[in-house]
């Protein structure tokens, strides 16, 4: 027969379903591959070329990261860590300005406090019901005198007394070295 085509035959055989299955291979295991240029076994967890091991590696070149970081244990870029430092930085030079706002202003209140605590005492001293000065001794100062107190153990008076008897009753007068008590009352 001429002009006739010859026919497949298919021969039967194992079917793939039936071959033994070789588990994947380990991060360790070898394999062969063209890396480089060069023909060469590596671990198969670093098939790819300058792979970097998760398990801890040394990196000869440089690594970028072109994505700021959503974790805290991401990889950050040097930018991200920059504009984070310039925001540090900032927030420190607000809170640096804003205590010596705050250290003026109390040093202002103190300033003011002393100014008007002053105030109150010189309107208060020597007035009636008002306020007395003390010496360093603790004695009363009346015009910057010391003028009642204790001294050595005895009543220390010093004022100027009337040299006459002012006629009012139970009023001290100097009689010339001693002090005279008035008992008043009778007047010329």
């Known amino acids: 027969m001429s002009g006739s085509s010859p026919t497949a035959t298919t021969q039967s055989g194992v079917p793939l379903s039936a071959l033994p299955v070789h588990p994947q291979p380990t991060e360790t295991d070898l394999v062969f591959g063209i890396f480089n240029g060069q023909g060469q076994f590596v671990p198969q967890g670093k098939i790819w070329s300058g792979a970097v091991d998760k398990k801890g590696d040394t990196l000869a070149g440089l690594l970028a990261c072109p994505l700021s970081p959503s974790d805290p244990t991401h990889l950050t870029n040097k930018a991200y860590v920059d504009q984070m430092g310039g925001q540090v930085q900032g927030r ?9 706002d705050a250290a003026t202003q109390a040093q202002t209140a103190i300033g003011n406090a002393s100014t008007v605590a002053a105030s109150v005492i010189k309107t208060q001293r020597d007035a009636p019901d008002g306020l007395a000065a003390l010496s360093s001794a603790g004695n009363l100062l009346l015009g910057g005198v ?10 220390l008076m010093v004022m100027a007394l009337p040299t006459t008897d002012p006629a009012v009753q139970g009023a001290w007068w100097n009689n010339g070295g001693y002090i005279c008590i008035s008992q008043g009352g009778a007047s010329a």
Do not use: D, K, W, Y
């Open 92 to 100: 420190v030079a607000a809170l640096v300005t804003q205590a010596q």
């Open 146 to 155: 010391e003028c009642l107190g204790i001294r050595n153990g005895h009543v």
